[in-house]
């Protein structure tokens, strides 16, 4: 069986094929750091997150690599309105993306370039463009790209040419469909830069954001590699118009396959810094919802799918994630002994789960057959029908899928801690202490327990326990 994505570019499910078997070079744009991100960009990110998981989990050696824009349009006019240099700002949010990508529990990409670090390399591609006639230097030694000069332009976006206005050109880093022109690679100095310039063979300026993301990705990746990932609004302008820098100045391929995101909203608007209806991370923990409950929320929808962000899903993902944890604690503080090893379904769940997957990874698909797995697996354990050998390896199974998941294992937010191993040994004291008639020791673990939001639960088949 082989894996399938849709390509933005194509507008098809493709096979997947990695240029190097069994190796996969994937470049995600990163966030801009000038503020805090909001959920709705931690929906790309935690979707990359599931995407590189799931590679993974499928054997592949997958190389990572996410900018981070710290020198753009937004950064530069936050600085100023903060009063603080580039750095001091751009600093700030660096460190709070990284917090945030643990508290995630993201796989951390090997690479974190920073733009602000390839400028020289940034001059290198745009000189070039301009040499193999595909960039021409404006009156303002601001350097543009002429759209016209490369006649695939418009491809990855499905733009009408019609669209394109012949001539126009751009500044600004972000702009829309109706505004198709000649977009800038490298911006003259302008006052409003204040101290954030760097010479040029055309004067003083700064790169366009457009350039850095072709810039970087060829540094760590190569020329042409496997997978380039962001939001949907990222198609247009930003991957067209790396696109055809990438290609006009390597005159290679650049990325095979290209997968877009959709929108976390909110009441059915984009979640937003200029809508101002954003959640940061910080604020819903600040609420209470613990990490893995975002976490879950945000993988749980196909990424192509809009996702309508309330406090109610946030809920619902709390008592999934809780009721995977729990069984996994059963299975690890099961005693019985039966004779059922599991064996079939586990087979099941494990080609159901890849199945799933495969097609563009469709995650509910990939969720019902852990959750047809956790109900048997309930069943035959309150049944007492399930092995000892059974039990390990459903265990195993359920840690497999975590490594695609990524919640089992997650150390914050949840209240109660479930510390399985440490469970089983206070059970097992229990019962010695039981066996001795020494109740007062028995009474203490048990209230022990529960003040850790531990119940025990005495059984003819033995002692189990529940979340309180
Ligand atoms: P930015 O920091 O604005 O460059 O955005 C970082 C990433 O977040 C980009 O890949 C965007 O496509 C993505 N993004 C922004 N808003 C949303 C949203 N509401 N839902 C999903 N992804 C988003
Ligand atoms: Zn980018």
């Known amino acids: 069986m082989s894996i399938r ?51 993974e989990y499928r054997d592949y050696e997958v190389i990572q690599a996410m900018n981070l824009t710290d020198v753009d349009d937004n950064t530069i006019r936050r600085s100023q309105e903060r009063e603080i240099s580039l750095t001091a700002l751009t600093d700030e949010f660096k460190s709070a993306f990284h917090a945030d990508l643990k508290t995630l529990n993201m796989q951390p990409a090997h690479h974190y370039p920073e733009a602000t670090e390839y400028v020289d390399e940034m001059i290198h591609m745009i000189s070039d463009l301009e040499t193999k006639g595909y960039a021409y230097k404006a009156e303002d030694g601001s350097v543009y790209f002429n759209i016209e000069k490369y006649k695939q332009y418009g491809k990855l976006a499905n733009l009408n040419p019609e669209e394109m206005v012949a001539g126009g050109r751009v500044a600004d880093d972000s702009y829309d469909k109706e505004g198709v022109r000649d977009f800038a690679l490298w911006k003259g100095y302008k006052p409003e830069d204040g101290d954030v310039q760097w010479d040029s ?7 366009g954001w457009h350039i850095e993301c072709s810039v970087m990705s060829t540094e760590l990746l190569g020329t042409h590699f496997d997978i380039h990932c962001g939001g949907v609004d990222n198609i247009f302008p930003h991957h067209e118009n790396e696109i055809a820098q990438s290609v006009c100045a390597t005159g290679e391929d650049f990325v095979n396959y290209w997968l877009h995101s959709e929108y976390l909203l909110v009441d059915n608007k984009k ?12 604020d819903l923990l600040d609420q209470g919802y613990p990490a893995e409950a975002i976490r879950w929320m945000l993988i749980t929808t196909h990424y192509r799918q809009k996702l309508n962000f309330s406090v109610a899903r946030l809920d619902e993902a709390l008592k999934a ?47 019902a057959a852990i959750f047809d797995l ?17 039990a390990g390896d459903i265990t195993a199974l359920l840690q497999g899928f975590d490594h695609v998941l990524g919640v089992l294992d997650m150390e914050s937010g949840l209240d109660v801690e479930v510390d399985e191993a440490l469970i089983a040994s206070k059970i097992a004291d229990r019962k010695a202490a039981r066996a001795n008639k020494d109740f007062a020791t028995s009474d203490a673990i048990r209230d022990e327990l529960l003040a850790l939001g531990i119940e025990l639960i ?3 088949d033995g002692t189990k326990w529940k979340l309180k």
Request: proline letters at 4%.
């Open 201 to 207: 063979p055309w004067g003083k300026g700064r790169p």
């Open 271 to 282: 979640m937003s810094k200029s809508l101002n209806n954003f959640y940061t991370l910080r």
């Open 321 to 367: 994630v809780n009721r995977l944890r729990e069984f996994k604690a059963k299975l690890v503080a099961y005693e019985g002994d039966g004779t059922d090893h599991a064996s079939e379904q586990i087979s099941t769940a494990g080609s159901e789960f890849t199945r799933a997957m495969d097609d563009d990874l469709n995650i509910s698909g990939g969720l």
């Open 5 to 55: 994505f849709y390509n933005t570019i194509s507008r098809e499910k493709e096979k997947f094929e990695p240029l190097e078997a069994g190796k996969v070079r994937i470049y995600t744009c990163g966030p801009t750091v000038y503020d805090f991100a909001h959920i709705g960009n931690y929906r790309t990110f935690i979707f990359e997150d599931l995407l590189r998981r799931y590679l």
């Open 374 to 390: 956790v109900r048997w697996g309930n069943r035959v354990m309150v049944e007492l029908t399930l092995s000892q050998k059974g």
């Open 458 to 460: 005495d059984t003819p």
